[in-house]
Structures are given as C-alpha cells and as structure tokens.
C-alpha cells in the first residue's frame, strides 16, 4: 500500500510518490544553537526519524539532511549576554543536541551543513536573485522582494494582503516591502561578518535552508519537515527564493508537525515553558519519551504532562516483561494480520498513536498464551519487528522499574512484617506502623486475608 501524507503546499493528504524510484531526499530545519534542545524539538525530531525508518521499512534508501542554524541574530545577542564567543555557544548546543538524539535513538542524519559552511554559495545565489531581479541592495544588506514573486503564500495560504493582517511586520526604511526579507545582512558594529560584494556582512536565516538542501539533494527534492512555526515565513521565504532563482519546483512534499505545548502553551525558551532533553533523559528513559510522544499524532498539539511519562514508563516495563517472559526464536514468523494493520495505520499520515496500541494489543494476546502455557513466539516476532521500525531501542528498553510498582512492593514488604508482628500479638507496634503509614497517606486495612493499602 502506498503511504499517504499530509501536504501543507497541498493543504490535502497526498500519495507520497518519490522523483526517484527507489530513493528518498529528505530535508529538516534543524535547531538555531542559541539555547539548547528541549521536548519541544525533539518531538519534530522524533517524528523526521520516525518518517524516514518507515520509508527505509518500505524499501527505500534516504538521504537525510539536517542543518544547525549556527549564524543569527539570536547567537549574537545570547553569546554577548553570556560573554561567550558565538562558536563556542553554538558548538555546545550542538553537541547537546546530539547527545540527546542519539540517547533517543534518532538516527543520524547523512549530513549536518552548518550555514556558516556555505557562505560562498549563499552569495552565489543572493548575486543571482539580484540578477534576475528578484532581490535588492539596500545599505549594504540585500533583501528579495516579495511582490516579484507571483506564488509568494502558497505554502501558509495566504496572499500578501491576507499576510498583512495576520502577521505585524515592523517596516523597515531600508525594505520596498516589510514582508520583503533580508537575504543578506549588512554587518553592525562587533558583530562576526564574511566579504561579500555588498560589503561585511552575513547570511539571513531562509537563504541557508535552499542552498543546503538544494546542494545535498537537488531541486526539486521529495519531502522538507520541521516545525508548524516554520510554515511562515521561514519556508515560505524558502520557496520563493529557491524557485525564483532556478526556476523550477523546489520542494514536493512540506511535512509539519505540531508543537509540543506546556500548559496549554507552545514549549519554549522565551516563554520559559519548557523541559530541556539532557535534564528529561536524566529523569526518564528515552524509550518511555518516543513512547509519550508516538502516542499522539504528529499533527495534533501534544500537551506534556509528567504522568504521561509515568505512565509511558509502566508501559515500557511491560513491553520488557513480556519480552523477558517469552523465549527468543531467531527469524520468528510474523502475524501477517498484525503487520497489514500496522503498515496500514502507518500509511495513513503516519497514524502513530494507533500503530503504538498494537503493541499493547500484542502483548495482551501474547500474555493470554503464556498464561495458557503456550509460547507467544509470533506475538513476540511481530512486536519486535513493530518496535524495531518505530525506532525504539530493543535492547535499550527501560529498565528502570516504575516508582509505583516498587511503592507498591515495597509497601508489601511492610504490611507482612506487621501480618508477623500482629500474630506474634505486638500489637502495640502493628498499631504504630499504620499510623505512621497513615500519615504518609496510605490507608490500610485489616483483613481475614492479610492487610491490604490503598494510597
Ligand atoms: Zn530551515
């Protein structure tokens, strides 16, 4: 079955149909290293990693190009506040982020351009713009006119009337147009610069996007991801740049997922929303976060809660028992039910959440079996097939028993050494124990079968 996506430039599902037979060129706005990598970004990530192991399922070899922003505005600003060189900054956030992927098992993509590394083909491409009319100097900067574009909002949906209301732009003096965006900036004073024909001065943040992708994987290219918040203006500006310059289609297929929201608001640095990844992977498995967020459909807004990650966990932990329970058999057959199921689901927009309860249902099933003496070994191969292409790290699943089970083990522990002390009639000290569990808020309760809690 062929797999259908979500085409925002569409603004309708679409059968995903590569240039290319048997290959697929894949780009993803990567992370502006001003700050670190939190939840927020990972679930973008997440999801890049879980499109393109599917399409790897399905047969087909890709090219996955992510890029670091690693030159901005934001950089600048930050490296100064914390009077560090805007390298260094950058550097750090960069390995942060890639510690973080790898702990959660997102593959690493074939390329990592950073704009600073394409500074000549940048200003290859903005001379070009110029020359074909499309682009202006002005004051040392350049900026693309967006008037001259005609499909410029195709992606967003809207036409530069309907852009006015919806976004405010400062006006600038030195811009035709305030939606018209810098392709080039002028150096101001400290600020790092390379030559340029229009003087010192360094890349805008759309221009590094067309040529990085375009020089990895030609143009046009199959699929472009990253954020809903990017949707405008940074791959609008994207769009109409690459196609204003090579006129030719740049990108077949847009891919956006939602946010990750804390609160009700979209997880981020500036509004302090946020959860960092390195400081989550500390406290939770990186398997129980792919799970939290596969649970829900990359287009829906996921709303973070700290229980969801519990509850992720215990899942896992059971996932791991089942597994543990049941011997391995090498090459195991597959239930083929099962698997339709699963590439069906998938093939419908990447249906996640409901690819992930198939697992649950694999192991209810395979659990019955083993409760009836029987082996589950086709239950056990389908999961691991499952688990293996939603990316999750087999031999890599939690460990880490869940808080409540242990509480409740542990308070087992108790309650039969008081079952001992109330036979052996020390009931002075039965009687203190449970009040001092009751102050920890557990209730218990004396029963001809022993004593039970309820918390
Ligand atoms: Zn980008």
Not at 237 to 250: K, L, P, R, S
Request: proline content about 4%; glycine content about 6%.
């Amino acid at each position: 079955m062929p797999l259908r996506v979500y085409n925002t430039l569409k603004k309708d599902y679409e059968i995903f149909s590569p240039i290319n037979e048997s290959q697929v060129g894949i780009y993803m706005c990567g992370m502006t290293v001003q700050d670190r990598p939190h939840l927020g970004h990972m679930r973008t990530f997440l999801f890049g990693d879980v499109l393109r192991r599917y399409l790897e399922y399905k047969g087909f070899e890709i090219t996955y190009i992510q890029n670091f922003t690693d030159i901005d505005d934001k950089i600048i600003e930050k490296s100064r506040k914390e009077g560090i060189d805007w390298r260094a900054l950058g550097d750090k956030n960069e390995n942060e982020y890639l510690e973080s992927a790898q702990k959660l098992n997102i593959k690493p993509a074939t390329y990592y351009p950073r704009a600073t590394q394409f500074v000549e083909e940048i200003i290859e491409m903005v001379q070009l713009l110029i020359e074909k009319g499309f682009a202006y100097e002005s004051g040392g900067s350049v900026y693309f006119e967006v008037s001259k574009f005609k499909g410029y909002g195709k992606l967003s949906g809207k036409n530069l009337e309907d852009l006015k209301e919806s976004f405010r732009i400062e006006s600038d003096p030195g811009k035709k147009n305030p939606f018209d965006f810098a392709l080039w900036k002028a150096q101001k004073e400290g600020e790092p610069y390379w030559y340029s024909p229009w003087g010192k001065g360094r890349p805008g943040w759309h221009i590094e996007c067309s040529v990085m992708s375009a020089h990895f994987l030609g143009q046009p290219f199959d699929i472009h991801m990253g954020g809903q918040d990017l949707i405008f203006p940074h791959h609008e500006d994207e769009i109409a740049q690459a196609e204003a310059a090579h006129n030719v289609q740049f990108v077949r297929y847009w891919i956006h997922s939602a946010p990750m929201l804390l609160k009700g608001e979209k997880m981020s640095k500036s509004t302090g929303l946020y959860f960092a990844a390195k400081e989550l992977l500390e406290q939770y498995s990186p398997e129980s976060i792919r799970l939290f967020i596969l649970q829900k459909h990359y287009r829906s807004p996921a709303e973070y809660m700290q229980e969801y990650l519990d509850e992720a966990e215990r899942a896992l932990y059971r996932i791991k028992n089942f597994l543990e329970s049941t011997p391995s058999i090498e090459n195991g057959v597959v239930n083929e039910n099962y698997v339709e199921k699963f590439q069906r689901f998938m093939d419908d927009d990447l249906n996640t959440p409901a690819a992930v309860s198939l697992i649950f249902d694999l192991i209810r099933e395979g659990n019955q079996k083993l409760a009836n003496g029987e082996i589950p070994t086709e239950e056990k191969s389908t999961l691991l097939l499952l688990l293996e292409v939603l990316g999750f790290n087999i031999s890599n699943l939690s460990t880490k028993k869940p808080e409540v089970d242990l509480i409740k083990e542990l308070m087992e522990v108790i309650l039969d050494v008081r079952q001992l002390l109330r036979k052996n009639k020390h009931f002075q000290l039965a009687d203190e124990i449970r009040e001092k569990l009751e102050q920890l808020g557990f209730k218990i309760k004396d029963t001809k079968e022993g004593s039970v809690f309820e918390f």
